[in-house]
């Protein structure tokens, strides 16, 4: 019963979101106060009834629920409690309905919380909302309904499983923050829409698209980073991006977002720029739905896409057509008809600004080309081809890298006419550190490694760059300590996030180019005793054993790690077979040693033909990686730090009351 109740209230929300389009619309033409306040009630009742389905699939899930279809195929009794809450979204069906608990999740906070809004914009925005949620609760009723029972099948015993690559402490969490990335991008879609109907883009509205700007790309950098740690991990490649068409599918929305939240600051302070941040809006929200329809179609071979149906993937481009397609013929139609903005010299804050925004939409476009491209030849030709890291790498990376360089400059440059003589009198201790971080890496390091230099020197400068900008704006060795002391205590919270988030990418960009430009790597078949070297560590493979999992059965090994003869640390791999699935993977050990780490994967078992056994060993020593993960997660600290500016979340309803339309 409880599986029925459930799909019960999946019914309930498809209709209260069918409500909450209807009557938010209905206020909006009639300029009703009690048609908007029932349209935000449906929109809090829709999140509500998806709330009570997606319980009754973690119920089905926790209990082993086989006579539900979605469980039968996605779990089994032996699973540990965390993945049995991981497989109500580790399917294609449950994937949805988190997708769909997410967005009318948004819809509910954006009814409930858009008190400063104009109230026509409102209503619009809470229309679009239901018109989203209407989409895809019809979409998950009709052709993915999670919790549907076995048809004409006898209820297995035992499941068939989650995937081993989803069981995992990373992926567990990962798409509930990825989606929350995703799918935070559908206000911003909504407002834009809502902003387009009413021919209206101020700074009102800029500052409201802001937060949840902030909040949805902040979400999307963890669920990018968890992706990414768990590729780095679990995969045991010994990387981290390899620029998969499903890593890019949640990169580009990611890069149309930042683009978007250094739009907004123009049009939010100087009205410029109105247009395009709408388009980043529009095209933000696109690209999510585009990764969804990626991931879950089947049109894409990858290791990080699971749960694939290509018929129902057709519906979901389907959406994706009608929805983005709606959008951006509104813009077009009533785009130009808007007020132009405030006008700026080439030399000025606004302009640095621009710059940033043309080189992440030139990067967005390069990744998309490079990730579209072989869907669309195949499509046309038959003919399959790979767009390997080679393109990205000379496509994407100059992009950044001259985004980088010009980033410290832009806050230090004035609104409407900046000072570039006095920026660079600013920032040139900042340059000459990173220019000899550079060159002595090149020098000492390794002269071979001319590109990885330059990038440690792009990281150091984004590093020194950040912390110019919060010197400058404490007058540091300007003004006595305790008043630098008071401006620093005293900064928003917006500006600390800010600073957080250029010296999160600084950290980043600092991990990548070391590890890319200095990992080592190593492989040998190894007896018992047997050693191998990598990076001047010494690897002994000590031992090999069985060990029984709580739903696998794997054989692990003690290997010994030793430098200049002295012990370092013990790795521990594995192989591990799921008796469920049928399938091997192999776990990997890390030996962490300071922000570097030894690597270590173990491989099949083989025989010699004497008969003795041996195991592939490889090795990966990769100096810096933990900065790659460590930089994102500053980043997001900062888009959150951001996020609790009270201006930012207040000042739009103190300011804007007396501008509301009746």
């Known amino acids: 019963m409880i599986a029925e109740f459930g799909s019960f209230a999946l019914i309930l929300a498809l209709a209260f979101a069918v409500a909450q389009f209807g009557l938010s619309a209905g206020a909006r033409i009639r300029r009703s106060t009690v048609l908007a306040a029932a349209g935000e009630g449906a929109a809090v009742a829709s999140f509500a009834c998806v709330a009570i389905a997606f319980a009754c699939l973690l119920h089905a899930f926790i209990t082993s629920d086989f006579s539900v279809a979605n469980v039968a195929q996605n779990s089994h009794t032996e699973k540990p409690l965390l993945y049995k809450v991981a497989g109500a979204w580790g399917s294609h069906e449950g994937s949805i309905l988190l997708w769909c608990l997410i967005l009318t999740g948004y819809g509910a906070a954006a009814a409930t919380l858009g008190r400063g809004l104009p109230k026509g914009l409102k209503a619009l925005m809470v229309a679009t909302q239901g018109a989203l949620g209407t989409v895809f609760l019809a979409y998950t009723v009709f052709a993915s309904n999670p919790l549907a029972r076995l048809v004409g099948d006898k209820m297995p015993v035992e499941g068939a499983s989650l995937n081993p690559l989803l069981q995992d402490p990373a992926l567990a969490i990962h798409p509930p923050f990825l989606y929350s990335g995703y799918v935070g991008m559908s206000v911003v879609f909504s407002l834009a829409v809502a902003a387009l109907i009413e021919g209206r883009v101020d700074a009102a509205w800029a500052r409201w698209v802001r937060p949840w700007a902030l909040a949805?790309?902040?979400?999307?950098?963890?669920?990018?980073?968890?992706?990414?740690?768990?590729?780095?991990?679990?995969?045991?490649?010994?990387?981290?991006?390899?620029?998969?068409?499903?890593?890019?599918?949640?990169?580009?929305?990611?890069?149309?977002?930042?683009?978007?939240?250094?739009?907004?600051?123009?049009?939010?302070?100087?009205?410029?720029?109105?247009?395009?941040?709408?388009?980043?809006?529009?095209?933000?929200?696109?690209?999510?739905?585009?990764?969804?329809?990626?991931?879950?179609?089947?049109?894409?071979?990858?290791?990080?896409?699971?749960?694939?149906?290509?018929?129902?993937?057709?519906?979901?481009?389907?959406?994706?057509?009608?929805?983005?397609?709606?959008?951006?013929?509104?813009?077009?139609?009533?785009?130009?008809?808007?007020?132009?903005?405030?006008?700026?010299?080439?030399?000025?804050?606004?302009?640095?600004?621009?710059?940033?925004?043309?080189?992440?939409?030139?990067?967005?476009?390069?990744?998309?080309?490079?990730?579209?491209?072989?869907?669309?030849?195949?499509?046309?030709?038959?003919?399959?081809?790979?767009?390997?890291?080679?393109?990205?790498?000379?496509?994407?990376?100059?992009?950044?890298?001259?985004?980088?360089?010009?980033?410290?400059?832009?806050?230090?440059?004035?609104?409407?006419?900046?000072?570039?003589?006095?920026?660079?009198?600013?920032?040139?201790?900042?340059?000459?550190?990173?220019?000899?971080?550079?060159?002595?890496?090149?020098?000492?390091?390794?002269?071979?490694?001319?590109?990885?230099?330059?990038?440690?020197?792009?990281?150091?400068?984004?590093?020194?760059?950040?912390?110019?900008?919060?010197?400058?704006?404490?007058?540091?060795?300007?003004?006595?300590?305790?008043?630098?002391?008071?401006?620093?205590?005293?900064?928003?919270?917006?500006?600390?996030?800010?600073?957080?988030?250029?010296?999160?990418?600084?950290?980043?960009?600092?991990?990548?180019?070391?590890?890319?430009?200095?990992?080592?790597?190593?492989?040998?078949?190894?007896?018992?005793?047997?050693?191998?070297?990598?990076?001047?560590?010494?690897?002994?493979?000590?031992?090999?054993?069985?060990?029984?999992?709580?739903?696998?059965?794997?054989?692990?090994?003690?290997?010994?790690?030793?430098?200049?003869?002295?012990?370092?640390?013990?790795?521990?791999?594995?192989?591990?077979?799921?008796?469920?699935?049928?399938?091997?993977?192999?776990?990997?050990?890390?030996?962490?040693?300071?922000?570097?780490?030894?690597?270590?994967?173990?491989?099949?078992r083989r025989r010699t033909t004497a008969g003795t056994p041996v195991w592939l060993i490889r090795a990966y020593w990769n100096p810096w990686a933990s900065l790659i993960f460590l930089g994102p997660v500053i980043m997001a600290l900062g888009g959150l730090t951001s996020l609790s500016d009270r201006r930012m979340r207040l000042g739009v309803a103190r300011k804007r009351k007396q501008e509301q339309p009746a």
Request: aromatic residues 12%; proline residues 5%; glycine residues 12%.
């Open 216 to 604: 949805a790309w902040s979400f999307l950098t963890v669920g990018i980073t968890l992706g990414a740690f768990w590729a780095y991990y679990e995969l045991g490649w010994g990387g981290w991006w390899f620029w998969d068409p499903v890593e890019n599918a949640s990169f580009m929305p990611w890069l149309m977002a930042t683009a978007l939240l250094h739009s907004a600051i123009v049009t939010e302070k100087r009205g410029a720029l109105a247009g395009w941040s709408l388009f980043l809006a529009l095209g933000a929200f696109t690209f999510s739905m585009l990764g969804a329809f990626l991931v879950r179609s089947g049109v894409l071979t990858s290791v990080h896409s699971f749960a694939v149906d290509p018929k129902r993937g057709v519906l979901l481009l389907i959406i994706l057509g009608v929805t983005a397609g709606s959008g951006f013929t509104l813009f077009a139609w009533r785009a130009p008809k808007l007020a132009p903005g405030g006008v700026f010299a080439p030399v000025s804050r606004e302009s640095a600004l621009v710059l940033n925004n043309v080189l992440l939409a030139a990067a967005t476009t390069a990744v998309m080309l490079g990730t579209l491209y072989p869907l669309i030849r195949e499509a046309l030709t038959g003919a399959a081809i790979s767009v390997g890291p080679g393109f990205f790498n000379i496509a994407f990376a100059p992009l950044m890298a001259v985004l980088a360089i010009i980033l410290p400059a832009g806050p230090l440059l004035a609104w409407k006419r900046g000072d570039l003589q006095g920026v660079g009198q600013r920032l040139w201790v900042a340059a000459l550190i990173a220019v000899g971080c550079g060159l002595l890496t090149y020098a000492f390091v390794s002269p071979r490694k001319a590109l990885g230099a330059l990038g440690i020197a792009i990281g150091v400068w984004l590093i020194t760059g950040a912390a110019v900008e919060i010197l400058e704006r404490t007058r540091a060795f300007r003004v006595p300590a305790a008043d630098s002391w008071r401006r620093l205590t005293g900064l928003p919270r917006g500006a600390w996030g800010m600073t957080l988030a250029h010296l999160g990418l600084g950290v980043f960009v600092l991990g990548a180019c070391f590890e890319l430009g200095w990992k080592a790597e190593a492989a040998e078949a190894l007896p018992l005793g047997g050693s191998l070297n990598v990076a001047g560590y010494h690897l002994t493979l000590e031992t090999v054993g069985p060990v029984d999992g709580p739903n696998f059965d794997a054989e692990r090994a003690m290997i010994r790690v030793s430098k200049d003869g002295k012990p370092v640390c013990t790795g521990e791999p594995d192989r591990r077979f799921y008796p469920a699935g049928g399938q091997t993977i192999s776990g990997i050990a890390l030996c962490y040693r300071g922000a570097s780490h030894l690597y270590m994967v173990l491989g099949e």
